[in-house]
Structures are given as C-alpha cells and as structure tokens.
C-alpha cells in the first residue's frame, strides 16, 4: 500500500510539471552546440561561441548541416534535434602548409552526388580533399580525391538534371563570383573559369557596404555562393555585402544556363535587417522531405569579434511567376517545423506566439559589471545581463504585466569571462524555470536540473500552455564562465486587444539626390511596442520584412534607383498584430 501511495505521488508530481512533448516549432537563432571561436587572435575581447556560413542537405531523408570550423557536422530527422558528429576534415598536409591551421572547414560546400554526401572546405591551394561518405550519420568518410588542384574559396558544387557538375566560388571585394563545369568523376575542371557575376552597387543601394548602406570606408563584398534550379531557371544565390552588418543577406541572380550571363534580382532574397537577431547571409537554400524550400544563413552579433554568428532557419520558395523568395517576417519568434506536407511558404508558419515580455521589469540576483538586468528584455542578443558569478542559485524573475498564456520560452546564453576555444564536447546547462501568477506561490515549469546537454539558445515549447504573469529562471550549472543572459524570452498571448492599425503612414523618396535611399514615417500606435515594414518591387510581392522596435520611422537606403518599390506596415504587441496597411508605392 505504501508503495503504491508513492508510486501515484510521484506520478502527480511529474503530471504537474509542464514537460514539453514533441516539438512542432523552433525558434532562431537555432539551438546548436556552437563551438567556441578556435583562432586566439579573434577572441582578444572575450572568448565566445561562433560559426557562420551554413549549409544544410537533405541526404536520404535526414538533414545534413555542415557551417565553419566545427571539427565535425550535425545531421537531424526533424530540424528541431540536432545530432553532432565530431570529424576532423583538414588533412595533416594542409596543417602543415596552411597559415590558418584553425580553418578545419571553413565556410564549406556540402552537395549530393549519386549516393554519396560530399564535402569541401575553403582552401586557396590544393591540400585540401573532396571527401565522400555513404554513411555519414556513422562518420564513415574517404577522400574522391586528394588534391582538388584548383582550389576555392566559399566553394558551392551543383549537380544538374543532365548530372553534370559546377562550381562556384568567390569572396572578395574586388573579384567577382566565378563559376566553372567540373568532370564529376575526377572532379578535374573542364574549361577555364568563368567571371559570373559583380555587385551593382551604384544602382542597387543594399549592395553597399557598412551598417547604414553608405560605402563609408570599405568596398562592398560578394561571397559565399550557392546554386538552385526551378523550372529551368538558374538561381545563383551570394552572401554580402559584410558579415558585420544587420542587413547582411542573401542576394540571388537568375540565368537560363548554368554558367551565366546572370542578372541581378534588385532585392535581397534573404533579409533580416531587425528583431532581436540580425542578418541572415551567406547560407544555403535546400528541400525538405515534403518538397518545400528552406533557407538556413548566418546571423551577426558582432560584439566580441566580427565574426561572432549564429544560424538561422527561415521558409523560403518560389511563387507563381517564379519569383524566388524567403520569409523572415517574425524570423526570430516561434515558427512551425516541417510537419510531412506541402506548403505554400509565402504563408506564414509563424505560430502567432507573441513577445510577452518586451522591456517588461525584470529582477535578478546579482550585477556584474555595466550587465544590466533589463538587457534580459530589451530584444537585442549584443546585450546581455551578467550575474556577478555562475553559481548555483544566480536568478533572474521576468514580469509580464498582466497574467498572460504562455506556450514557449527561448533561453539565450551569453558568454561573460567563458574559457574556452574551439569545439567542446561534454559541456551542459542545468536550470529550472518556475511560474507563478502573482510572484508569491512558486511551481515548476521546466526543469531541466539534470540536463547534459549544451543548450545555448535553448527554445522549449510547452506540451500546453500555463496562465502566469512570474517566470523565473534559476541557473544550476553553466559550462564556462558566469550566468548571462542575452535574451530571456517568453512567447504567447497577453489578456488584451491587438494593436490598432497604423495611420499615416508614408514613404519618402527623393527624386533630387539618391534614389536609392527612403525615409518611412507613421503616427505612433499607443499599444505597439513593435512593426513590421513590408518592401517589394510589386504591391501582392512584398517579400522583405524588417521588423523594429519603439520607433516611428525607418531609413531603408537599400533600393534599386531604377525601379520603382512598395511598402507596407503592420503594427504588433503582446496580443497579435493589427491590420496591414495597403501598399504605398515610390
């Protein structure tokens, strides 16, 4: 009897807690194991978490995602769980001739060639394989060949329906994107190299270089190419114009053969110019099991270093006229994972889970240094809150206002005084999460005190959703450094009404000075902490999105100066988001 009276205490005790099930969404930037930045140089700000320049494949059913200087690659079923595989792919040759001996696989290609998964680094010289591997959940790999002699820096190889084979190259802000047919068995270049492609910056004002499109004291780059056909198009897909800048993106230009001549789209494909993380290029474009386009791409925090990223995942396609596009409206906030059907990508997968606690009060346990606690709310990961040490027991309690319903949190880790370089294996967090509806009576929401896993941007979705205007988080153990904070992150929807519409909204453009830049300007909606300013070439097209925060207007000096463009705005707050207002055109 007294067995059984514990048995059913402790089954009460785990129906009480709000243990997630089977996710459906994710959230970016996704929850890697990112390793640590490995070169010493780069660290002298702070040691800190990095890696750029992603590539995800589908290879027989399962997700292959391979980014820059990992020491291995991560696979996954789903999307949402990724598995690491720690592989060292520079050879002891290149080691022993390559000034930057850190450059394990830097800015990779990945692509599938019959039955093989095969893989290249950037290399300027001829050290450095094109590995092969039909097994690679198993970490079998053999070199196809030993020197690939030409080399190539952001390399992407592309197979065609006729099963020949290309490569593209480039980065640099001098010389342009180039592109040559390669013998797939001997992977030995037929021809010579072709010039593909130049950035336009004279016309096109995204294409400048600088965190305000301006040219200031750099010329803009063009890197990191990747190749995709639709419909007999060719889609040469290019990251620039700085890895440092919120509108780092994705540029594509399209051809009727593989090798160009290739004309630039005006807009970006991939652009994420706000919210709490930014940018999104030099990435990869790739299919799920279903057949729909996803595009993965880097994302900047550029704090500790310029090279300190993130990835993100974001639903992308083509429309009916074939204009290729992605969708990173909300591209940060909750999002629906493949879910094994066809999808029309110009419609959100976005939850409607909204930022409960936007610049809502917070309290914590302890300061360091100028690591203020409101840096928790303030949606922006290059601020972070620090406690004064990693101790079991640091807290942080975010308010919400009002009781409001929540259904996921988003855990990012910022990293204050951590000790590594390069990839780490073994490492883990631990933390509980409480909630309570009035910040006295306490219960368990996530309890992840035996986790052994490392969980930098954690996201946990609930198995259902719980009434509370308290969370709070309570650090158990870190794996470096002191327990900080970037963004404590609570999604779902508040007690009252959506925003209401924006009024007067305008978009001004000069027909005087430079016809690349606009200034857009709206009267203020009093219950919106945040917008959503829509911009396309058509007014049923407007595929970017930037998302900003407590402001009333927006310089977007990133248009084509020969073409005309459409924007649009819709208001958002912690119940939903208002009506969309009609496209005004420039």
């Known amino acids: 009897m007294n067995n059984l009276k514990i048995m059913l205490s402790l089954l009460f005790f785990v129906g009480c807690l709000h243990l997630p099930a089977q996710q459906k969404t994710y959230c970016n930037p996704v929850n890697l194991d990112y390793g640590y930045g490995p070169i010493p140089s780069f660290t002298t700000w702070g040691k800190h978490r990095s890696t750029a320049d992603p590539v995800i494949v589908n290879y027989k059913g399962d997700y292959y995602l391979f980014s820059t200087n990992q020491t291995g690659y991560w696979w996954s079923s789903d999307m949402l769980n990724w598995n690491f595989i720690s592989r060292k792919f520079l050879t002891q040759e290149a080691i022993d001739t390559t000034p930057n001996k850190w450059d394990d696989l830097c800015a990779p290609a990945a692509w599938v060639q019959g039955d093989s998964l095969c893989v290249f680094g950037s290399t300027y010289s001829r050290v450095f394989p094109i590995w092969v591997s039909t097994n690679p959940k198993e970490n079998e790999w053999s070199k196809a060949v030993e020197h690939f002699d030409i080399g190539g820096w952001d390399p992407a190889f592309f197979v065609d329906d006729d099963q020949r084979l290309y490569m593209y190259n480039g980065s640099s802000n001098v010389y342009p994107l180039y592109g040559i047919e390669l013998d797939r068995a001997t992977f030995q270049p037929i021809g010579t190299r072709k010039e593909l492609l130049l950035l336009d910056d ?146 959100s997968r976005f939850t409607g889970w909204m930022l409960l606690n936007y610049k809502k009060p917070v309290q914590v346990s302890s300061v360091f240094g100028t690591h203020n606690p409101n840096n928790i709310v303030d949606e922006d990961i290059k601020t972070y809150w620090s406690a004064r040490t990693a101790g079991k027991g640091e807290w942080l309690i975010s308010d919400l206002g009002e009781v409001s319903t929540v259904y996921a949190l988003q855990i990012n880790y910022a990293d204050q005084d951590a000790e590594f370089l390069g990839k780490q294996q073994g490492i883990y967090h631990q933390y509980k999460i409480y909630y309570s509806p009035d910040g006295k009576k306490w219960d368990v929401l996530i309890d992840k005190s035996r986790n052994d896993k490392d969980l930098p941007h954690d996201y946990v979705e609930l198995e259902r959703p719980v009434k509370a205007r308290y969370l709070k988080m309570e650090n158990i153990h870190m794996p470096t450094g002191k327990f900080a904070i970037s963004g404590f992150r609570v999604f779902g929807i508040g007690s009252g009404q959506k925003p209401d519409r924006v009024e007067q909204f305008m978009a001004l453009r000069s027909d005087v000075t430079d016809r690349r830049n606009a200034w857009l300007k709206w009267k203020p909606v009093d219950n919106a902490y945040a917008y959503n300013i829509y911009i396309g070439q058509e007014p049923d097209k407007l595929y970017n999105c930037v998302m900003v925060y407590d402001v009333n207007e927006y310089y977007y000096p990133g248009m084509d100066k020969t073409k005309p463009y459409y924007f649009a705005i819709e208001a958002i707050n912690e119940n939903g988001v208002s009506e969309r207002t009609q496209a005004e055109t420039l």
């Open 202 to 347: 004279d016309r096109i004002g995204w294409h400048r270089f600088g965190e305000h499109m301006d040219n200031t004291f750099l010329k803009p780059f063009m890197e990191g190419a990747w190749m995709t056909k639709h419909n007999g198009k060719y889609y040469l897909q290019w990251g620039g114009p700085g890895t440092e800048f919120s509108h780092y993106g994705d540029g594509v230009a399209i051809s009727n053969n593989p090798l160009g001549y290739f004309e630039h789209v005006s807009l970006p494909f991939s652009m994420k110019a706000g919210g709490f993380i930014r940018g999104a290029g030099h990435g990869a474009t790739f299919q799920d099991n279903s057949g729909n386009y996803w595009h993965t791409s880097t994302m900047v925090i550029n704090v500790k270093n310029n090279f300190e990223r993130r990835i993100g995942i974001w639903p992308a396609g083509f429309d009916r006229d074939d204009v290729m596009y992605c969708n990173t409206a909300f591209g940060d906030y909750p999002h629906y994972l493949p879910d094994g059907k066809p999808a029309d990508h110009q419609k």
